[in-house]
Every structure is written in structure tokens, then in C-alpha cells.
């Protein structure tokens, strides 16, 4: 444990109703690294994002974002504390254009003039959504919604950014540029990402730590280019 | 000629009102997916309310300020104390608890006041203006329609163009994300709640003085018409339910005028059964399917 750690989860169990889905499961990303959580369909990756952000209540454990205690802080109030929850299947808004969309994203924001600025960042950053504002969320391609969503996280300028299988239905080009977009952030800003990926390999690419789950439970947690460089590891963990 | 023209604009005098009180029920049904059947008997009460006020005071427009903010207040109270606890498993649920709430208001308000006609005073001549030898529109008539004119617009306004209006859009939308966004989705609710019942309470103080006076069941009727308007404009469309409502005010007054109005309530429910046969998503139902 080190006081570094943006993100500190310590014996987190949650679940469904009466079915537990993750186990103890501990967990520390440094200010300013990437950590790809990977692991098959059912590991719990998902529920341990939604557990993270609060849609779903922890019955045991501890979550701490730059040392304070997340426990009985409401959803709403997450984004307040600098924690970014992009779901799977994004999350955008069909019925509602792209700019609505965006500055949904900063509406929190006390600091009118920055979210402002920091829309018009998010323009720049993504031309394709700027050549559409006026377009309704479900009128945009896959990638494009990617970017909607992704870009309506950074307007909130997070400090910890949850993203939920960003490569899900996107073409192997717009997912490299999605990597390597997460990298130029976590190098220019000090972004803090916790990826969950199924698609190992490209999540593993731009990752400093990669965390494999299997069944609920944390299994290994270890630099990410041992686990992708290491043959035994890999075989042993992901199976490939 | 000249009926017809005079049966025009009454039509829309009275759709004016319909197409309110539609705006109020399309309001909640997009926030919270009720069809709120109370609504008529909330109106009602906060119409009691307002001439209690007018009577206490002197002052009919001290009233009518009343019942709009006794509005607003009700339909909160009723979010939070009720229709914040139906469970939602059943589509049949909010109905009957919608319902209930009908019966409840009723039961009160008829304990209170009597289960009498309660004159209600309009505050503007309901003579009609004559322009050119034309009987036209009252005063009344051009209140009302101002009253919800200016309503439209400033709904319209603060939904598409605040950052209120973006919140509640977003939260009736997508609660969930919402609520990653820092939206408070329950704040949403009740202000939709809250908004909707101050206009259906603009509803009942503009329609109460056209028709027999303050009773229990004064908006019973006028709750048919802006229903059967707002399924005519689709309920999830606001600009559909303003259509739908001044479509239903044409029709009824056509109906009454020149086949009797002994006819207009067979109408409505004709129109209504049209509707949903032939478009049932209503006339002004978004492109794509909602739900994705």
C-alpha cells in the first residue's frame, strides 16, 4: 500500500441479490498509471466497476479514492470527488445531440468558465463529434459514440477514469487509437485508468499494471509487460 | 361561414386549456413513466384552494397565484409521500395507486367544501368580442390563451435551453448515466412532478370558470379530453401533446356545434380509438424506437 494509490480497494465483496459475484478482492492503481483488468466473461470484471462507482452496494470491504473512504457516498456525488464512470455500452444519451451530451458532463461543475473550456478541449480532441454536434446520440456510428462517451468523462476533467470495455464492436483501428489516446492522457494530464477489457492484448498495450480476475476474485496483479511479455504467465492466467 | 369560424376559435380557446393540461401528463409520463389519472382531481383541489384564497383576500388574482403555487407544492407531496413508492414490476400499478389517490382527493374535497356546484367566478368578461360584425373571442377566452401561451414557451425554453431542462431531459432519458453524471435523477423527478401539477392547476383555474363551477369532479371530463390529446400527439412528445390538445378543443367544439353537443364525449373517445388503431405511438412519436 502505498500513499500514491488514487484508487485503494481492500476485502471488496459485492453481488446481486444473495449471489456474491466478487470475492476479497484488493486492488491498488497509482496516481497516474493505467490498469487493464482482464479476465474471462463472468470474472466479475463489470460488477466490480459498478461496485467502484457506486451503482451497486458493497456488503463488505473498503474503497478509498486519494485516501477517503467512498462508503455512503451517493452516485452523484462520485463525480464530484473526481471519479469517471464510462458503462459498458457507453451510456449516451440517444435522445440527445452530441453537444447536449458533452456538456451533461460538466453541468456539476462550479467552475463554469473551465467546463466551458474544457468542452471545447474535447471538440478538438475528437473533430469527428465536433462535425456533429447537432446530431442526436443514437444517429452516431459505434466509434463515434465511444468518443461521445469517453469525451463527455473528460469534460468532468476526472482524476480516475472507470472505463467499461471500450473496444466492445469497434474496428481494431479506432481501438488502437482509443489505447493510445488513454496513454497521451495518463502522460500529458496524470489521468488514473482502470480499463476492464476483454480484448487482452490492446488493453495490455498501454496498461502499466494488468489485473487478471477469475471468478470473482483478484488472481494476480503484476506489471503489465511481465504479463505480457512472460509466455508461462500469460499461458497460466489468460490461457493463451 | 361565420360559425364556422367563431366554432374555430372557441375550439381553440378550449383546446388551449386541453392542450395544458395534456403538457402535464406528457411531463410525467416521460420523467416517470405514470400516466398520472390524478391529475385532474390535484387541479381540482389546488382550483378550491385558489377562490378559499380569493374569497379570504379579495383578490381573485391572489387566487389564481395561489393554486399555481399550491401546484407546484402538491404535485412534490405527491412524488415523494406516493408515486416515489409504486413499484414499477407492474404497468397496472401507478394506475390503481393514480387511481386510489383520484378517489382520495375527491373524498376530501367533498368533506371539506360539499359535493355541491361552488360557483367560480371568471375574472374577465366571457362576452365574446365582435371584430367586423364577427363574434370572436372573450377576454376570458384571450387570458387563457395568453396564460398558456406564455407557459408553453417557458417550458419549452427551460427544458431545451437551461441546464435544469438538459438535467431533466438527460435523467428521464437515462437515470442511470445520468446519476454518473452527477445528475440528481430523484431532485429530477420531483421537479417534474412539481412542474406538471403547477400546470395542470393553470389548467383547472383557466377551464373551472367556462364550464358548470368548482366540484369534485369538475375536471373529470376536461381529464378525458387532454388525455385523448396528449395519446393523439404520443405521449412522450410535449409540442404532440400541445397538437393533440388543440386538435381535441377543435374537434369537440365542431362536434358540439354542428351535431349537438350531446355527441362531443362519443367523439372523443372515437378520435381516441382512431388513434390508437391506426398510429398508436401518437401523431408526433419520435422516429426511433425509445429503449435501446
Redesign the interface.
Known amino acids: 500500500m502505498s500513499s500514491d494509490d488514487l484508487l485503494l480497494v481492500r476485502g471488496l465483496e459485492a453481488g446481486y441479490g444473495a449471489a456474491p459475484v466478487l470475492h476479497a478482492v484488493d486492488l491498488s492503481v497509482p496516481r497516474g498509471t493505467i490498469a487493464a483488468v482482464v479476465g474471462a466473461n463472468g470474472a466479475g470484471k463489470t460488477t466490480l466497476l459498478r461496485t467502484l462507482?457506486g451503482?451497486l452496494r458493497p456488503t463488505a470491504g473498503r474503497i478509498a479514492l486519494a485516501g477517503e473512504d467512498l462508503r455512503g457516498i451517493?452516485?452523484?456525488?462520485?463525480?464530484?470527488r473526481g471519479m469517471?464512470?464510462v458503462?459498458e455500452g457507453r451510456?449516451v444519451?440517444?435522445?440527445?445531440t452530441v453537444d447536449?451530451n458533452l456538456?451533461?458532463?460538466g453541468?456539476?461543475r462550479r467552475d463554469r468558465a473551465d467546463a466551458a473550456r474544457a468542452l471545447d478541449e474535447v471538440y478538438q480532441l475528437f473533430t469527428p463529434l465536433a462535425r456533429r454536434r447537432r446530431h442526436l446520440g443514437?444517429q452516431l456510428s459505434g466509434g463515434e459514440r465511444q468518443m461521445l462517451a469517453l469525451g463527455?468523462a473528460l469534460v468532468?476533467r476526472p482524476r480516475l477514469l472507470l472505463l467499461d470495455e471500450p473496444s466492445l464492436g469497434l474496428a481494431p483501428r479506432v481501438v488502437a487509437q482509443i489505447m493510445a489516446l488513454l496513454r497521451q492522457l495518463r502522460d500529458s494530464t496524470g489521468l488514473t485508468v482502470l480499463l476492464v477489457e476483454q480484448n487482452v492484448r490492446s488493453a495490455l498495450s498501454v496498461a502499466d499494471q494488468g489485473v487478471v480476475m477469475a471468478l470473482g476474485r483478484v488472481v494476480t496483479a503484476t506489471p503489465a509487460a511481465e504479463l505480457r511479455d512472460d509466455d508461462d504467465l500469460r499461458h497460466a492466467y489468460l490461457g493463451f | 361561414m361565420d360559425r364556422f369560424v367563431f366554432l374555430t376559435l372557441d375550439g381553440l380557446s378550449r383546446g388551449a386549456v386541453y392542450a395544458a393540461f395534456a403538457l402535464a401528463l406528457v411531463l410525467i409520463w416521460r420523467a416517470a413513466r405514470i400516466v398520472n389519472f390524478a391529475q385532474g382531481a390535484m387541479a381540482v383541489a389546488t382550483a378550491y384552494f385558489a377562490y378559499s384564497v380569493a374569497a379570504a383576500t379579495g383578490s381573485y388574482w391572489l387566487g389564481f397565484l395561489a393554486a399555481l403555487v399550491a401546484g407546484l407544492l402538491l404535485g412534490a407531496v405527491v412524488d415523494l409521500a406516493v408515486m416515489r413508492f409504486v413499484d414499477h414490476s407492474s404497468p397496472l400499478n401507478p394506475v390503481i395507486v393514480a387511481l386510489g389517490l383520484v378517489l382520495l382527493i375527491q373524498a376530501v374535497l367533498g368533506m371539506v367544501y360539499g359535493n355541491e356546484f361552488l360557483p367560480a367566478e371568471a375574472p374577465l368578461s366571457r362576452a365574446a368580442l365582435t371584430v367586423g360584425g364577427l363574434a370572436v373571442l372573450s377576454p376570458y377566452d384571450l387570458f387563457a390563451f395568453a396564460a398558456v401561451g406564455v407557459v408553453v414557451v417557458a417550458l419549452a425554453w427551460t427544458f431545451t435551453r437551461t441546464p435544469v431542462g438538459l438535467r431533466m431531459r438527460a435523467a428521464a432519458f437515462a437515470p442511470e448515466v445520468s446519476r454518473l453524471l452527477g445528475v440528481n435523477v430523484s431532485g429530477m423527478l420531483t421537479l417534474g412532478w412539481a412542474l406538471a401539477s403547477g400546470v395542470g392547476a393553470l389548467a383547472g383555474m383557466l377551464v373551472i370558470p367556462t364550464e358548470l363551477g368548482l366540484h369534485p369532479h369538475a375536471m373529470d371530463l376536461v381529464f378525458v379530453a387532454a388525455f385523448t390529446g396528449a395519446v393523439v400527439g404520443g405521449l412522450d412528445s410535449p409540442p404532440g401533446a400541445v397538437v393533440g390538445g388543440l386538435l381535441v378543443g377543435l374537434l369537440l367544439s365542431y362536434v358540439s356545434g354542428y351535431a349537438g353537443s350531446d355527441l362531443t364525449a362519443l367523439a372523443v373517445l372515437l378520435l381516441l380509438l382512431a388513434v390508437l388503431l391506426v398510429r398508436p405511438a401518437g401523431l408526433f412519436a419520435p422516429a426511433v424506437a425509445r429503449r435501446v
Not at chain 1, 451517493?74 to 464530484?80: G, M, T, Y
Open positions: 462507482s451503482m451517493p452516485v452523484e456525488q462520485l463525480v464530484r469517471a464512470h458503462p451510456g444519451v440517444g435522445e440527445l447536449e456538456r451533461l458532463g453541468l456539476w443514437h463527455r468532468g
